[in-house]
């Protein structure tokens, strides 16, 4: 980044400690950040996002000394932060310090999602405000993730006292939740793979069928406006394409990776969603993407914007 942006830092920071909102940039997608351990801040999150209240938010923390007051690490945890963080893992432990992260930011359950963010300008934020952070995905309730500044302004950017422009976001999904309570759970697949984890940890059970339907984990999540249609093969007339490897090009299609990367896949994925969706198209067909490590992340996405995950 050519300019400084010291001020806008600063900015941010002084907005955080007034109970008001920020537009954050992140390494996974654009976040809406309140000072974790004010309710009121908080609500406003949930406000602006129409989020029903009883969805924990995440705590990010500039570093793992932070984390650990905040949360109970145990050797797990202790493994994959060493590895992951900064980065696209969040981590659901006992919680520690009940206030540094309000009854609210966490719906009131007993324990508490913690990231370190990878991305400068949240890492620059972070420390600059001193304490953690709670940032969902910076869309409005239902609606895909944003992944460039202007769909994170489009989305809530009117709650917003300050804002940030970090560029598009390097990973484009959501990071990876794993809970580490009795056995080690993935809740959600993301950037840090299934086998990049286990490696560290052993096997991870599945989430339950209730963790599965608890909010943030809704059917239609990350949903556009268009029926999606997966693994299709070609559009249907009307529909736009997503398409995912060699393709022909045309003005209703988007190819997610012409080569075939799942990294580029996913960097895209919400971006393109919500391109295809403005063209106001009867459905939205999405070629087949492998299920590999990165994949699993990305069908996961695309099965909730078709609406197949309750
Ligand atoms: O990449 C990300 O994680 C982005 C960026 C902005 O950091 N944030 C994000 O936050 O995706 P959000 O609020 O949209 O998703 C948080 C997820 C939800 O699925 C929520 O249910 C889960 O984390 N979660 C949070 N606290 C939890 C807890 N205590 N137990 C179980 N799940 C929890
Ligand atoms: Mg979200």
Partial sequence: MAQDLEPEIDAAAAALRGGGLVILPTETVYGLAADAADPRAVAAVYEAKGRPSFNPLIAHVADLATARRIARFDDRA?????????????????????????????????????????????????????????????????????????????????????????????????????????EARLLRPGAVTRAQIEALIGPLAEAEADAKRSPGRLARHYAPQAPVRLNAAAPEPGEAYLAFGPAPAGETIWNLSPTGDLREAAANLFAYLRAADRTGPSGIAVAPVPQAGLGEAINDRLKRAAGFVG
Avoid: K
């Fill in 78 to 182: 202790e493994r994959l932060a060493e590895a992951f963080w900064p980065g696209p893992l969040t981590l659901v432990l006992p919680v520690g310090d009940a206030r540094a992260v309000c009854d609210l930011a966490r719906a009131g359950l007993d324990t508490v999602a913690v990231r370190a963010p990878a991305h400068p300008l949240a890492r620059r934020l972070l420390a600059a405000f001193g304490g953690p952070v709670v940032a969902p995905s910076a869309n409005r309730s239902g609606r895909p993730s944003p992944t460039t500044f202007a769909d994170a302004l489009d989305e809530t950017g009117a709650s917003a006292a300050a804002t940030l422009d970090g560029g598009p976001c390097a990973v484009g999904l959501e990071s990876t939740v794993v809970a580490l309570l009795d």
